[in-house]
């Protein structure tokens, strides 16, 4: 199994009925992400098979796998909201962990604050840090090639599959 966190995004669809988080948050690195999806069929396969997991830090409801449905909302996360989720069980940060432990590679995906409480609520075990990369550069460009390349080396085109 391979597992992308991704930070929530402050642009949303404005749908006024619930819609999944997938297709919720619409900021630049979740357009990226679809866009990997749509590029990297056999990711979508994993996705739908739960080969892949896709999760979510919300500033509102922690940690959510992305096929799970958000109304449209805004809530900006801070490190105080985040030490107040790693307390309450609600939040999800006690699933990190055994997500991770599973997972044969990881992305944390998102700025720096969405990083750091990804990282805290993963265990940060030496053999887990050994495959969990992070999308750490100095601009949302960075990020968003980050995330790319990643989909594209878990996910190569079926074409460079075949020639590999």
């Not at 922690?62 to 609600?90: C, H, N, T, W």
């Not at 992070?134 to 594209?152: K, N, S, V």
Request: proline fraction near 5%; aromatic fraction near 10%; glycine fraction near 6%.
């Amino acid at each position: 199994m391979k597992l992308v966190i991704m930070a929530c995004s402050g642009t949303k669809r404005a749908d006024a009925a619930p819609l999944a988080a997938l297709d919720r948050y619409d900021g630049p690195m979740w357009q990226t992400l679809r866009a990997c999806l749509a590029r990297h069929p056999e990711a979508a396969r994993c996705l739908a098979s739960k080969d892949l997991q896709i999760w979510v830090l919300s500033g509102l409801y922690g940690f959510i796998p992305v096929d799970v449905e958000v109304p449209d909302y805004e809530q900006r996360i801070s490190a105080a909201l985040i030490a107040k989720m790693a307390l309450d069980p609600s939040y999800e940060f006690q699933m990190v962990p055994g997500l991770v432990d599973e997972a044969e590679a990881v992305l944390f995906a998102g700025g720096t604050l969405y990083r750091d409480a990804m990282w805290k609520a993963s265990g940060s075990n030496l053999w887990n840090i050994m495959k969990i990369d992070e999308t750490d550069g100095a601009g949302i460009g960075e990020h968003r090639a980050q995330l790319a390349a990643w989909f594209a080396k878990q996910f190569p085109a079926e074409q460079e599959a075949r020639a590999a």
